[in-house]
């Protein structure tokens, strides 16, 4: 039976964004955007030093060969339109359809909270401390001090999504359908149809290049950095203000081990030192890509 419901709706939806044992929408991301920093890093090392093995030419060919169908297949798979996939595209296409179940009581109803402020007897006043508790002391997100708080943080953000005046705010409001169709337009501007359709041809069909549909078909390490951002951002949107549920605190995974492991042996330290920052300046750049204010960036 199919979730119909509000809260079925966005555990589905949440579940869909997040579980990490099914090919979710972060889990996908997550993964490719690994992968191509993997390999920008080894092209910097191999670029510095014409002569180090990873320049061997089975290894580049492998690497190189295989860089391009593999990010071309995330970003396809990531804005599939099939019914059975889990895609960021198939989520914005099932939220337009149920639109009706983003209203503002249902997005304080997610997350626990009641429509109105709490009103704070004399007693519970005389709890919340008049200066800061020393050391890492703990706030309860159910007290009544944390619940106003949120209840309010709540109010603002459904306010930003529905273009409501604090002033007029109803248990009514919705959020427009034309926020999901901003969103998909994020995507369709970023190049992803040139990388999709060049994944379609040239990846899962042995497609040919002279044809005159396909000869000029030619995406560029631009179009799937911009597809990666865009994909990465609505999803962002989608996850942390949309449902109102959890958010990637980054786009690229903390390493449980270390990724220059063994490559001391190959590699000369000063290159290997250059190599790691670039990667570090690689993985900021890409976090910051979901930090800030999203909303903004779609001009919402």
Known sequence: MSPSGPLDLRAKWLNQMGNPKTHSVWGQLWKMIYSDLNLRTIGLITEIEPNCPLNNPMVRRLAIEGYAPLQALGIRRLWSERGDDISLRRILFDMKRNIAV?????????????????????????????????????????????????????????????????????????????????LENHVQSSGIGKVINWCHQYVAHAGDPDHSIWKDLNPTWGDIESSQRTLAQVAQILSGFVLNGPASAQLVPTAQYDRFEYLEKVVDRETLQKARMKRAELEDNRNSWIMGDLLGVICW
Do not use: C
């Open 102 to 182: 983003f209203t503002r009581k249902n997005y304080l109803d997610w997350s626990g909270l009641p429509y109105n402020m709490p009103r704070f007897t004399d007693e519970e006043l005389s709890r919340i401390p008049v200066s800061p508790l020393p050391g890492s002391a703990f706030v309860s997100p159910d007290s009544p001090l944390m619940v106003t708080m949120r209840i309010s943080q709540a109010h603002e953000q459904f306010d930003r999504l529905s273009k409501t005046s604090p002033v007029d705010r109803n248990p009514s409001d919705h959020i427009p359908k034309r926020l999901f169709e901003v």
